[in-house]
């Protein structure tokens, strides 16, 4: 049922594929490959603490992938998007481990190529095992009994599941007589209902209120006796206590905790008890990996260096762990990128994206090697700040000069076209943008499209006459046809006209808008469809912290919806404004670049026609991690 | 009295004079250190994306018969947009750069490819050690491959105007760069590779075809040379 299988480095080598498909041959080059679409699109943007649980869709697939960080490895699995399965979670994690343990060693040295075709029988193993265990489920797969409902919760059976014993409540209510006291006037039904609603955190609290009643309700002896069988059953397994939930899942009674060293026993009398009792399979459906531990521990089995490595003895053992390196876990980093998070979000990062970054930046360090001398912060800090860098760096040439010469040797005019809402800047940074392209011996028309705003084309105006002062010989002209009318008609006028008197670049100034105002993002979304500009940037300011989350996608969520094409257009770049006005607090440049994953063309910087500036990206990133 | 008021007022002056001594040592070995040249000899593999750079790598770190003169560190860059920029972190140590091109679909990557070469051409460190650069024009074997000839032909036509335009951008976001990158090249002549400072070959190979190309042991003298 799968499409694909490929075990990758972080450096790009493939070691292990295997292709189910016809479409998708090792060796064979497929545009929109899914997996260099996952490279492309979420590992190195960043995005992976988004789309890690529940997948990432391509076209038809769905990809899922984990990492393996302390060899460097990313194991990616291909499906069909269709086809809703839901084991593959549990097989990536078995193809993992497999996979690590088979060649774990080899993977660390540096020397040879490896070849690792030979996991392929193993893999296949592991499916068709996988596979088999799930339509098992399936068949065993039965409607939920009422008695399971959480509907059952609230009838007066389900309050009390198990019927105590008579002379057990009578226990039960004097036991309870010192607590309940308080309990004033509530009517029983009344705090059994409260019981329910609390849930399973109060639930021995709520019903010892209602012990004062005259029906029994569920003792409070009797979930006393929980507790102490709970307790019994604990191991202690090398200084750690082996959890409830662990014991809940533990079918097979000779288990002592996780431990694989011991695998044959285990496989013995997991298998043994599976094959007798029919519980197994409803138990087994609730946990993804409960049962896998043992069932597949022959094909789990480690490697003579890993079970070494995880005991070191003596006096020698004492020093490595002093000195070695360290391997990261999730528990530590946790508080740390909390911490991170804060941060970037006191530097006005949106606190959705400083939550996706912090999750992405931590799912790719757990499991790595820290040396004994680096504190966890530097390590996280040496993590961010690239990460950081890749996230502003553009994707693609913001050298918006070379498009216009290109467009110029074709023989028509450049149109760009900006966009925003209200007062961010449009009209202020179009005559700067002007200002630079009529530097550079180009002849601008201006459009004045926002035929809205009272004063919006004589602002224009006069940037217009001051632009053509200012420069000997400079061709900056506006058009415009006053108010009221549609904006699309007048961009489409102003660009032919462009073309007959020989403009070279024509920059559309539309009305500003909120994100949420439908009449008017569709008008946008026709002027945009109707026009095709070469370039749409949006104008946002730097002030705005989560609001540039919700502007961003609500633009680029309208030119799509509204715009009637197949392949709509979309924000092709961003300009910055109100940039020095925000000291250190730079977090909408990130925000912004994240949620579109387009360049920041330009910061404005002041309000001269000179005040553009090209961002960059090292300062950005620096004041960023200022203060950390 | 009056002696000893002023032998004691001396003293933090004293441990100041010495501290500042110490200060001044240590800042000379670390700058002694620092700018040491003996640690250059690092090759950087350079390149877009599916151009050959990770088949070079590991056909360089594998195949016995490639001439390995010495120890040298040899370094695959990612040929994603977002990740290139991290090549200049390894400038300072770079004795040569290997820059892979895929002559199948030059036509179509040309601004990329040129602007990317172009960014390792004005970085300030290849500038100054004038660090030798390879050309690969890979995957020769295919049909529609270009020659090296054709290649750098257009990869010069489009240095040549990159440079312009990028000469006219703006500037960037901090005042203290003092007028950006040097202008490539000579001001009204169109570019040519001969006019930049560094070795620039060109070479047509393949990677994963046949060896007639010999792609890995053209690299394989390039580093020779070099070290």
Same mark, same amino acid.
């Given at each position: 049922?799968?499409?694909?299988?490929?075990?990758?480095?972080?450096?790009?080598?493939?070691?292990?594929?295997?292709?189910?498909?016809?479409?998708?041959?090792?060796?064979?080059?497929?545009?929109?490959?899914?997996? %260099? *679409? +996952?490279?492309?699109?979420?590992?190195? @943007? #960043?995005?992976?603490?988004?789309?890690?649980?529940?997948?990432?869709? !391509? $076209?038809?697939?769905?990809?899922?992938?984990?990492?393996?960080?302390?060899?460097?490895?990313?194991?990616?699995?291909?499906?069909?998007?269709?086809?809703?399965?839901?084991?593959?979670?549990?097989?990536?994690?078995?193809?993992?481990?497999?996979?690590?343990?088979?060649?774990?060693?080899?993977?660390?040295?540096? %020397? *040879? +190529?490896?070849?690792?075709?030979?996991? @392929? #029988?193993?893999?296949?193993?592991?499916?068709?095992?996988?596979?088999? !265990? $799930?339509?098992?489920?399936?068949?065993?797969?039965?409607?939920?009994?009422?008695?399971?409902?959480?509907?059952?919760?609230?009838?007066?059976?389900?309050?009390?599941?198990?019927?105590?014993?008579?002379?057990?409540?009578?226990?039960?209510?004097?036991?309870?007589?010192?607590?309940?006291?308080?309990?004033?006037?509530?009517?029983?039904?009344?705090?059994?209902?409260?019981?329910?609603?609390?849930?399973?955190?109060?639930?021995?609290?709520?019903?010892?209120?209602?012990?004062?009643?005259?029906?029994?309700?569920?003792?409070?002896?009797?979930?006393?006796?929980?507790?102490?069988?709970?307790?019994?059953?604990?191991?202690?397994?090398?200084?750690?206590?082996?959890?409830?939930?662990?014991?809940?899942?533990?079918?097979?009674?000779?288990?002592?905790?996780?431990?694989?060293?011991?695998?044959?026993?285990?496989?013995?009398?997991?298998?043994?008890?599976?094959?007798?009792?029919?519980?197994?399979?409803?138990?087994?459906?609730?946990?993804?990996?409960?049962?896998?531990?043992?069932?597949?521990?022959?094909?789990?089995?480690?490697?003579?260096?890993?079970?070494?490595?995880?005991?070191?003895?003596?006096?020698?053992?004492?020093?490595?762990?002093?000195?070695?390196?360290?391997?990261?876990?999730?528990?530590?980093?946790?508080?740390?990128?909390?911490?991170?998070?804060?941060?970037?979000?006191?530097?006005?990062?949106?606190?959705?994206?400083?939550?996706?970054?912090?999750?992405?930046?931590?799912?790719?360090?757990?499991?790595?090697?820290?040396?004994?001398?680096?504190?966890?912060?530097?390590?996280?800090?040496?993590?961010?700040?690239?990460?950081?860098?890749?996230?502003?760096?553009?994707?693609?040439?913001?050298?918006?000069?070379?498009?216009?010469?290109?467009?110029?040797?074709?023989?028509?005019?450049?149109?760009?076209?900006?966009?925003?809402?209200?007062?961010?800047?449009?009209?202020?940074?179009?005559?700067?943008?002007?200002?630079?392209?009529?530097?550079?011996?180009?002849?601008?028309?201006?459009?004045?499209?926002?035929?809205?705003?009272?004063?919006?084309?004589?602002?224009?105006?006069?940037?217009?006459?001051?632009?053509?002062?200012?420069?000997?010989?400079?061709?900056?002209?506006?058009?415009?046809?006053?108010?009221?009318?549609?904006?699309?008609?007048?961009?489409?006028?102003?660009?032919?006209?462009?073309?007959?008197?020989?403009?070279?670049?024509?920059?559309?100034?539309?009305?500003?808008?909120?994100?949420?105002?439908?009449?008017?993002?569709?008008?946008?979304?026709?002027?945009?469809?109707?026009?095709?500009?070469?370039?749409?940037?949006?104008?946002?300011?730097?002030?705005?912290?989560?609001?540039?989350?919700?502007?961003?996608?609500?633009?680029?969520?309208?030119?799509?919806?509204?715009?009637?094409?197949?392949?709509?257009?979309?924000?092709?770049?961003?300009?910055?404004?109100?940039?020095?006005?925000?000291?250190?607090?730079?977090?909408?440049?990130?925000?912004?670049?994240?949620?579109?994953?387009?360049?920041?063309?330009?910061?404005?910087?002041?309000?001269?026609?000179?005040?553009?500036?090209?961002?960059?990206?090292?300062?950005?990133?620096?004041?960023?991690?200022?203060?950390? | 009295?009056?002696?000893?008021?002023?032998?004691?007022?001396?003293?933090?002056?004293?441990?100041?004079?010495?501290?500042?001594?110490?200060?001044?040592?240590?800042?000379?070995?670390?700058?002694?250190?620092?700018?040491?040249?003996?640690?250059?000899?690092?090759?950087?593999?350079?390149?877009?994306?599916?151009?050959?750079?990770?088949?070079?790598?590991?056909?360089?770190?594998?195949?016995?018969?490639?001439?390995?003169?010495?120890?040298?560190?040899?370094?695959?860059?990612?040929?994603?947009?977002?990740?290139?920029?991290?090549?200049?972190?390894?400038?300072?140590?770079?004795?040569?750069?290997?820059?892979?091109?895929?002559?199948?679909?030059?036509?179509?990557?040309?601004?990329?490819?040129?602007?990317?070469?172009?960014?390792?051409?004005?970085?300030?460190?290849?500038?100054?050690?004038?660090?030798?650069?390879?050309?690969?024009?890979?995957?020769?074997?295919?049909?529609?491959?270009?020659?090296?000839?054709?290649?750098?032909?257009?990869?010069?036509?489009?240095?040549?105007?990159?440079?312009?335009?990028?000469?006219?951008?703006?500037?960037?976001?901090?005042?203290?760069?003092?007028?950006?990158?040097?202008?490539?090249?000579?001001?009204?002549?169109?570019?040519?590779?001969?006019?930049?400072?560094?070795?620039?070959?060109?070479?047509?190979?393949?990677?994963?075809?046949?060896?007639?190309?010999?792609?890995?042991?053209?690299?394989?003298?390039?580093?020779?040379?070099?070290?």
């Amino acid at each position: 049922m799968l499409d694909f299988a490929t075990v990758l480095t972080k450096g790009g080598l493939v070691l292990f594929s295997k292709s189910y498909s016809s479409t998708l041959q090792p060796g064979v080059s497929v545009p929109n490959h899914p997996v %260099d *679409a +996952l490279v492309r699109d979420v590992l190195v @943007e #960043e995005r992976s603490g988004k789309m890690a649980e529940d997948g990432f869709n !391509k $076209d038809s697939w769905k990809v899922k992938w984990t990492f393996e960080n302390k060899l460097g490895l990313i194991f990616v699995i291909v499906y069909q998007k269709i086809l809703q399965l839901t084991y593959i979670d549990e097989l990536l994690e078995l193809f993992k481990r497999a996979f690590t343990n088979t060649y774990g060693e080899e993977l660390t040295k540096l %020397d *040879a +190529l490896s070849d690792f075709s030979s996991f @392929e #029988e193993k893999f296949d193993d592991i499916v068709t095992r996988v596979e088999a !265990k $799930d339509s098992e489920a399936k068949k065993h797969r039965k409607p939920r009994t009422f008695q399971e409902t959480a509907q059952f919760a609230n009838t007066v059976a389900g309050q009390q599941p198990q019927l105590p014993a008579k002379e057990e409540s009578n226990n039960d209510s004097k036991e309870n007589d010192d607590s309940t006291d308080s309990a004033g006037p509530t009517t029983p039904n009344m705090s059994r209902k409260l019981a329910a609603l609390r849930g399973g955190r109060g639930g021995a609290r709520g019903r010892g209120r209602g012990g004062k009643s005259a029906k029994p309700s569920p003792s409070r002896t009797d979930s006393e006796q929980d507790i102490t069988k709970g307790k019994q059953k604990r191991t202690w397994v090398d200084g750690l206590a082996g959890s409830s939930s662990n014991e809940k899942l533990d079918f097979s009674d000779t288990k002592e905790g996780d431990d694989v060293a011991v695998p044959e026993a285990l496989v013995g009398t997991a298998v043994g008890s599976r094959t007798e009792d029919g519980v197994y399979d409803a138990l087994e459906m609730d946990d993804a990996y409960g049962g896998t531990e043992d069932e597949f521990a022959d094909i789990l089995a480690p490697t003579e260096e890993e079970t070494k490595a995880s005991k070191p003895t003596g006096v020698f053992g004492f020093l490595r762990n002093l000195t070695s390196a360290k391997t990261l876990t999730k528990e530590d980093l946790d508080p740390l990128m909390l911490r991170m998070r804060d941060h970037l979000i006191s530097k006005n990062v949106a606190a959705e994206i400083a939550t996706h970054l912090c999750g992405s930046i931590s799912a790719g360090l757990v499991g790595e090697k820290v040396g004994a001398f680096t504190t966890l912060k530097s390590a996280v800090k040496q993590h961010m700040e690239p990460a950081l860098k890749r996230i502003l760096t553009p994707r693609t040439s913001t050298d918006v000069l070379r498009d216009i010469f290109a467009a110029k040797a074709q023989g028509r005019p450049y149109s760009i076209v900006f966009v925003g809402v209200n007062g961010v800047g449009k009209s202020t940074n179009l005559s700067k943008v002007c200002f630079w392209l009529l530097q550079n011996r180009l002849k601008v028309l201006i459009a004045a499209c926002d035929t809205f705003r009272s004063g919006a084309v004589e602002q224009l105006r006069v940037h217009a006459r001051n632009l053509t002062a200012l420069e000997e010989g400079a061709v900056v002209d506006l058009f415009d046809r006053g108010y009221g009318k549609d904006p699309a008609g007048i961009a489409k006028d102003a660009i032919h006209y462009a073309k007959t008197q020989g403009h070279d670049v024509v920059l559309v100034d539309t009305a500003g808008r909120m994100q949420d105002n439908e009449p008017l993002m569709r008008a946008l979304a026709k002027l945009v469809s109707t026009n095709d500009p070469d370039k749409i940037i949006f104008v946002g300011e730097a002030l705005v912290g989560n609001e540039a989350v919700d502007q961003l996608t609500k633009f680029n969520q309208a030119l799509k919806d509204f715009s009637g094409l197949q392949t709509p257009r979309q924000i092709d770049g961003i300009i910055l404004t109100k940039f020095d006005t925000i000291d250190d607090k730079v977090g909408a440049a990130l925000s912004m670049t994240y949620i579109t994953g387009q360049p920041i063309l330009f910061v404005g910087m002041g309000q001269t026609y000179t005040d553009l500036r090209k961002m960059n990206v090292k300062s950005i990133v620096n004041s960023l991690l200022a203060g950390l | 009295m009056m002696e000893i008021a002023t032998s004691a007022s001396n003293l933090p002056l004293i441990a100041a004079v010495l501290s500042l001594l110490l200060l001044v040592i240590v800042g000379a070995i670390v700058y002694r250190l620092k700018s040491t040249d003996g640690k250059r000899d690092t090759f950087l593999i350079t390149g877009l994306s599916d151009s050959g750079k990770t088949v070079l790598y590991y056909r360089l770190q594998h195949e016995e018969e490639v001439a390995k003169p010495r120890l040298v560190h040899i370094v695959d860059l990612p040929g994603h947009e977002k990740l290139r920029f991290r090549f200049s972190e390894f400038t300072p140590i770079t004795k040569g750069i290997v820059f892979i091109l895929d002559s199948t679909t030059l036509n179509r990557n040309i601004r990329s490819v040129a602007e990317y070469l172009y960014d390792i051409l004005v970085n300030k460190h290849v500038q100054k050690r004038e660090v030798p650069i390879l050309v690969l024009c890979n995957k020769n074997d295919l049909l529609l491959a270009l020659g090296k000839e054709k290649v750098q032909e257009l990869v010069e036509g489009e240095i040549d105007r990159l440079r312009a335009t990028r000469a006219a951008g703006v500037e960037a976001q901090d005042e203290d760069r003092n007028g950006g990158d040097d202008f490539l090249g000579y001001e009204n002549e169109a570019f040519k590779f001969e006019h930049v400072p560094n070795a620039v070959t060109f070479v047509s190979c393949s990677l994963i075809g046949d060896d007639d190309f010999g792609g890995v042991y053209a690299v394989g003298e390039f580093i020779a040379n070099l070290t």
